[in-house]
């Protein structure tokens, strides 16, 4: 199959290598820990890297819960919006480069004992490119 004139596709990165396909848990000991700086990539799955910058923008997507709850008999909530800080919702991928990230705030001290969250994300424009069926969408778990 010739895939060198497939369009080029935005999408979360999902880690294959590990078998993860979301949502992403996270259970952490919250009780204890500090502030944490991290991120959520952003990929462009092309056949080349792209000789432009690409500009992806990204919201938060409630939506997802409740249809995530409902088809696995859990009871997720919304990350109060005091527990996490998203620095940008737009996303610029340089040309010649596959990979962005969406950096992110959480304020784990703030957690707490017992909780049930989710953060589900959303590719909301893909700048151009197509917007991934399967990994348009990604969704934080955290529970303890």
Not at 40 to 53: M, R, T
Not at 67 to 95: E, F, Q, R, W
Not at 113 to 142: C, E, K, Q, R
Request: aromatic share 8%; hydrophobic share 45%.
């Amino acid at each position: 199959m010739d895939v060198a004139n497939t369009a080029a596709i935005a999408q979360f990165g999902i880690s294959p290598a590990n078998g993860s396909t979301g949502p992403f848990d996270y259970a952490g000991d919250t009780a204890a820990a500090s502030v944490a700086d991290t991120s959520i990539a952003l990929v462009i799955a092309s056949p080349q890297v792209l000789n432009k910058a690409v500009t992806i923008t990204v919201h938060v997507d409630p939506s997802q819960i409740s249809v995530y709850n409902t088809a696995n008999g859990t009871s997720y909530t919304m990350l109060p919006s005091n527990l996490y800080n998203i620095k940008d919702s737009v996303i610029t991928i340089p040309a010649g480069y596959r990979v962005g990230t969406i950096p992110v705030t959480l304020n784990l001290p703030s957690f707490p004992a017992t909780h049930s969250y989710a953060l589900p994300l959303a590719i909301v424009d893909g700048g151009g490119l197509v917007i991934s069926g399967n990994s348009g969408t990604f969704m934080w778990l955290f529970t303890r």
